[in-house]
């Protein structure tokens, strides 16, 4: 008798939740898998490929697989609520520097993190909780980090980042931003190959984007996915964090190893945070174990044994190196290959901020007309805002892309 109303009540529970719409990186990926068509190209999603466009699992990864997979004295019990301690004490120093002030005071936290993705929320969460604050992002940014920061409760602004007459950045229209920003707002920064730009700051820029945030009472959030992966060199790609450092800030620092250890279906990232001094530190690992608690409980171990074999290892650390700088000078070598092969089919503008660019992405400066015929015509798959991962390049399919991009800026508008 009452049934059908009791079923009707339940079967329309969530007749109000509307589709959301696909996320445009992902779905990208989707319609590449679709496109039947044996020329096609995948420059859309950020993860390295070799020279064959296949992905490589570094050797060195190898290895410590073998050591784990050997070891009987592991088992599969809950690691600690902030994580593999050897992972993130080595993860913190990586992107600090060992004798770094906060590391040799204690002044530092790291709590291992559902990759940088992961390290992103939980900085976010905490900053709600404890520095709420209006927080700056990029733009163009990385797209997830609207909606992480939106998700977390925050006032999300806008900085403008890409200047597109120079295809470089907007230095000036930045700090201007930031001068005009409510003292002691959050400022989410890239410190090395901008996604989705590939343009980062020189030195000298980096000091005075510093002195900006000093005089406003800012709060530096470092979201760092690329670290060594940018120009192949560990410590010229966390230059900027540790000038921050020496500056007295406190900050965030999100840290990724899906790029630069190709791990990235193990989602092992790490959260770090530098304090003025080691009580706090203290305090505020308590509150990041709190809310990492109520959120994923406690992390998966594999990615960050791995992470930790390697890191703590030194002959496994020099290893790493070589092969990092093997991806880097890839990704190098496919911009220098396409920028020379623009130059001889002699299309039109200026392409030199191909190769000053840096890291795995490059912002073309195409428009999305451009992009939509680049997809129906030839098969090759981007982003609407031009970008394209330049790992998705190879000897193989460099020249087929040139003449295409060749094509849609002669002729489409």
């Given at each position: 008798m009452g049934s059908g109303t009791s079923?009707?009540?339940?079967?329309?529970?969530?007749?109000?939740?509307?589709?959301?719409?696909?996320?445009?990186?992902?779905?990208?990926?989707?319609?590449?898998?679709?496109?039947?068509?044996?020329?096609?190209?995948?420059?859309?999603?950020?993860?390295?490929?070799?020279?064959?466009?296949?992905?490589?699992?570094?050797?060195?990864?190898?290895k410590a697989e073998q050591i784990i997979f050997e070891d009987k004295?592991?088992?599969?019990?809950?690691?600690?609520?902030?994580?593999?301690?050897t992972f993130t004490d080595a993860s913190a120093k990586l992107i600090l520097g060992?004798?770094?002030?906060?590391?040799?005071?204690?002044?530092?936290?790291?709590?291992?993190?559902?990759?940088?993705?992961?390290?992103?929320?939980?900085?976010?969460?905490?900053?709600?909780?404890?520095?709420k604050a209006p927080i700056y992002v990029s733009k163009p940014t990385w797209g997830n980090h609207h909606g992480i920061f939106k998700a977390a409760g925050f006032d999300v602004r806008e900085y403008q980042y890409?200047?597109?007459?120079?295809?470089?950045?907007?230095?000036?229209?930045?700090?201007?931003?930031?001068?005009?920003?409510?003292?002691?707002s959050i400022?989410?920064?890239?410190?090395?190959?901008?996604?989705?730009?590939?343009?980062d700051p020189t030195p000298e820029e980096w000091k005075t984007i510093a002195q900006v945030i000093k005089e406003k009472g800012h709060f530096p959030f470092f979201d760092t996915a690329y670290q060594g992966f940018a120009s192949g060199d560990l410590d010229r790609d966390a230059w900027a964090v540790r000038y921050f450092v020496?500056?007295?800030?406190?900050?965030?620092?999100?840290?990724?190893?899906?790029?630069?250890?190709?791990?990235?279906?193990?989602?092992?990232?790490?959260l770090v945070v530098v304090t003025s001094d080691a009580p706090q530190a203290v305090a505020v690992r308590s509150q990041l174990c709190r809310l990492q608690r109520a959120s994923i409980s406690s992390p998966p171990a594999f990615g960050a044994r791995i992470v930790s074999l390697i890191l703590n290892n030194e002959q496994m650390f020099q290893q790493w190196t070589v092969e990092l700088k093997t991806m880097a000078d890839r990704i190098i070598a496919m911009r220098k290959a396409l920028y020379d092969a623009l130059m001889t089919l002699g299309t039109p503008g200026s392409w030199?901020?191909?190769?000053?660019?840096?890291?795995?992405?490059s912002f073309t400066g195409i428009n999305v007309n451009q992009v939509?015929?680049?997809?129906?015509?030839?098969?090759?798959?981007?982003?609407?805002?031009?970008?394209?991962?330049?790992?998705?390049?190879?000897?193989?399919?460099?020249?087929?892309?040139?003449?295409?991009?060749?094509?849609?800026?002669?002729?489409?508008?």
């Open positions: 079923a009707a009540r339940v079967y329309t529970s969530f007749a109000g939740v509307p589709v959301a719409p696909p996320d445009p990186i992902l779905n990208l990926n989707t319609l590449y898998k679709a496109d039947t068509d044996p020329n096609k190209i995948n420059l859309g999603v950020g993860a390295y490929r070799d020279d064959q466009g296949k992905p490589w699992v570094l050797p060195v990864v190898r004295g592991l088992d599969h019990e809950y690691i600690p609520i902030d994580g593999i301690r060992k004798h770094s002030p906060a590391i040799t005071g204690n002044k530092f936290v790291g709590v291992q993190t559902i990759s940088g993705s992961g390290a992103v929320r939980l900085g976010a969460e905490f900053l709600a909780a404890y520095r890409w200047n597109p007459e120079k295809k470089g950045l907007a230095l000036d229209q930045w700090l201007s931003t930031m001068r005009s920003a409510p003292n002691g400022i989410l920064i890239h410190p090395c190959a901008h996604n989705p730009t590939g343009v020496e500056q007295g800030f406190d900050m965030l620092i999100s840290q990724s190893y899906s790029k630069n250890m190709g791990l990235y279906g193990e989602r092992t990232g790490c030199n901020h191909i190769t000053d660019q840096i890291g795995m992405f939509k015929v680049l997809k129906e015509r030839y098969h090759v798959y981007l982003t609407d805002n031009g970008r394209i991962s330049m790992a998705g390049l190879n000897p193989g399919n460099v020249q087929r892309f040139a003449e295409a991009l060749d094509w849609v800026v002669r002729n489409v508008n």
